[in-house]
């Protein structure tokens, strides 16, 4: 009896959560969108750049079918490439919603939250320290000479896989070249991941077409949706040590005036921080210094 008033307590609560769609959180970036090698695609007034932001909408959308088909899905999009504005989102499904625009707090993961079930991570690239990647950099091609999390450096895809750890979510798949993804699946072995371009260097590679990129990112969310329960969150030890390289040494010099960081070498200033969340808003600001 009490059982039976138990399960009929409870029944309504379990159909409710189960109703409810996942949710699904895609970050874009454009360095690792198929056929994209050169800045001529990456920014406005670049001669391909519309196209590309056709390509990186197109794998977008490549991906939301992929996590559709696998079931009822919440999406958010965060457009984190450039000035947050290049994918076209009059393209997109209605019920999306997308993170437009830069500065924002959390920068390329801005919306995130422990709701999320899973980060998916598209036209991402290798690290400023990753030889021979396409357009390899973290976070900033013209401030910095890269990052460090606890004495390891670390990829945007690395990075961001952090950031969403924090909030307990896991990443469930990235697209890039080859170095791209490789490097993010060393921090997450299960993620699904769909290799766009073999990279011959900083400005060049083999590429798949837009259409067979999309179809190989379409079918890679298809079995990373399929192992969702079982997707760990990528969580780095806290308090974290960051340490940043600056291409400019007076860039450094300038940042360890900010109280929590000293000089490391020349180049590079460090401090320990207590998460994710605070050491993505400090990056922002010492990564944007003004040249005196
Ligand atoms: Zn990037």
Not at 100 to 111: S, T, V
Not at 126 to 135: C, D, I
Request: proline letters at 5%.
């Amino acid at each position: 009896m009490l059982r039976l008033l138990a399960a009929l307590l409870v029944a309504p609560l379990v159909l409710q959560a189960q109703a409810r769609p996942r949710k699904i959180f895609i970050s874009v970036d454009m360095e690792g969108i198929t056929g994209v090698v050169q800045p001529a695609q990456l920014g406005p007034g670049g001669f391909e750049y519309d196209k590309a932001r056709e390509w990186m909408t197109a794998e977008v959308n490549a991906a939301i079918a992929g996590i559709r088909e696998a079931g009822s899905a919440e999406i958010v999009v965060c457009d984190s490439h450039g000035n947050g504005q290049s994918v076209l989102i009059d393209k997109l499904p209605d019920d999306v919603r997308i993170v437009r625009g830069f500065p924002r707090p959390l920068e390329m993961m801005q919306g995130i939250d422990e709701t999320f079930a899973a980060a998916v991570f598209i036209g991402y690239h290798g690290s400023e320290w990753t030889a021979g990647a396409v357009r390899g950099h973290t976070i900033s091609s013209a401030k910095l000479l890269g990052i460090r999390l606890n004495g390891a450096e670390v990829s945007e895809g690395i990075y961001n896989a952090a950031l969403a750890g924090q909030f307990g979510v896991p990443v469930a798949f990235v697209s890039g070249d080859r170095l791209a993804v490789a490097q993010l699946q060393q921090v997450a072995p299960s993620a699904e991941g769909a290799i766009v371009k073999e990279p011959y260097g900083y400005h060049s590679a083999m590429t798949v077409t837009p259409a067979r990129g999309q179809a190989m990112i379409r079918d890679g969310l298809k079995r990373a949706m399929a192992k969702l329960g079982s997707l760990q969150p990528y969580r780095v030890r806290a308090p974290i040590e960051l340490e940043v390289g600056f291409k400019l040494t007076i860039d450094a010099e300038r940042a360890a005036f900010v109280p929590g960081l000293v000089r490391s070498d020349a180049h590079s200033v460090k401090g320990t921080f207590k998460d994710m969340t605070e050491i993505t808003k400090l990056l922002q600001v010492v990564s944007s210094l003004e040249a005196p």
